[in-house]
């Protein structure tokens, strides 16, 4: 998700093509449709592919995330200089090079914001991997915690204890990625 949002990102605000606005607009407009109302129609294109039951078929849904790349195109476009590309290239770095050696550094608040909000969606997806997934071995953490429930009865210790285990990951790359967010945001309003 997050390297597909830096570079969808970084071409949306650096490079001008032919239909540029018109493709960015159909980005945007998957951010308003949400996935639940077309999570069956993506199901049935999976079928005849096998994809069904497999780890890629559960990540499919979750490699372009709309909002990621509309935050990382105003922030690239904002805040990355077009002369320091354009030294690049006459110092004859090749696109790639620029992507990772320029536009990336100069992200990365953006990029840990995208991350804490990648992995709070794919750590905490429910409905998507219980559609895909058949066999236990594939089932996520949310998944998992429905193990704990039966028909008639709960073992609330059980499914207490996997919930604060689903919760603290999300904690955790939240309070390590906080730091550097509120950080790069301090040093973006310093004029030098």
């Known amino acids: 998700m997050i390297i597909t949002s830096v570079l969808a990102g970084a071409i949306f605000a650096k490079y001008r093509f032919p239909g540029r606005t018109v493709l960015f607009v159909c980005i945007l ?25 497999t780890y890629q078929g559960i990540v499919l849904p ?13 922030h690239i476009g904002s805040t990355v200089p077009n ?21 990336a550094p100069l992200s ?8 804490i909000f990648a992995f709070i969606q794919t750590w905490a997806a429910f409905i998507w991997p219980l559609l895909i997934a058949n066999d236990q071995r594939l089932f996520n953490m949310e998944l998992g915690l429905t193990a704990f ?5 709960t073992d609330y210790g ?7 285990l ?14 550097r967010i509120i950080e790069s945001v301090a040093l973006t309003g310093v004029k030098g």
């Open 29 to 53: 407009t998957t951010a308003i449709v949400p996935f639940e109302s077309y999570m069956i129609p993506l199901y049935i294109q999976l079928i005849p592919i096998h994809w069904i039951n």
């Open 158 to 164: 059980k499914l207490m204890a996997g919930s604060v």
């Open 166 to 179: 689903s919760v603290a990951p999300m904690l955790v790359a939240f309070l390590l990625l906080r730091r």
């Open 108 to 115: 990365t608040s953006a990029v840990s914001a995208i991350g």
């Open 62 to 74: 979750y490699l372009i995330m709309s909002f990621g790349i509309f935050l990382l195109r105003q």
């Open 149 to 153: 429930q039966f028909r008639f009865s």
């Open 83 to 103: 002369e320091l590309l354009e030294a690049a290239r006459a110092d004859g770095a090749s696109e790639w090079w620029i992507l990772v050696r320029v536009i």
